[in-house]
């Protein structure tokens, strides 16, 4: 495993078991504990249905890291997150996001003034990530589980 990979998965464990800690509440979409289905089905989640995009780095019952990525000129398949999300992006040039109906929702011709940055994402329903641009977008997402 290359020494960014060692890292990348280090800085997965790091949110993944301290982010009920420092988001509190906002950590549960439902009471602690509680399974919700995921109202979009298996077919549609992020690892299944764009596999070359989101690949794992690590998972167990409480977090699922993943190493998302979309190179220059690549748009993902249509996917979903059924689980509430830690975002790190650390490597963002533009980025156009389409809804399940393939309507631009998200359309942005930069990245944002300072990377990298940390994002909070509420479960997310199905959607596809574009990359205009000439920089590849790399994110590192947390899903928790619980």
């Known amino acids: 495993m290359k020494a960014s990979s060692w890292g990348l998965l280090g800085l997965g464990l790091i949110l ?14 439902a009471a602690p504990g ?16 764009a596999p070359d995009n989101h690949k794992v780095l690590l998972e167990n019952d409480r977090v699922r890291v993943l190493d998302v990525t979309v190179l220059p000129g690549q748009r993902e398949p249509l996917h979903a997150h ?13 980025l156009r996001e389409r ?10 011709a930069a990245a944002p003034a300072t990377l990298p940055i940390t994002q909070w994402h509420a479960t997310e ?17 947390v899903e928790l589980k619980e």
């Open 125 to 141: 329903p199905p959607h596809s990530v574009e990359n205009p641009g000439t920089v590849p977008i790399r994110i590192l997402r």
């Open 16 to 29: 993944g078991y301290s982010a009920p800690h420092w988001l509190g509440d906002a950590a549960h979409a």
């Open 34 to 49: 509680a399974k919700v289905a995921c109202p979009w089905g298996p077919e549609l989640d992020a690892v299944r249905a």
């Open 99 to 108: 809804n399940g109906e393939g309507r631009i929702v998200r359309d942005e």
């Open 82 to 94: 059924c689980n509430a999300s830690v975002l790190y992006v650390m490597q963002r040039g533009a």
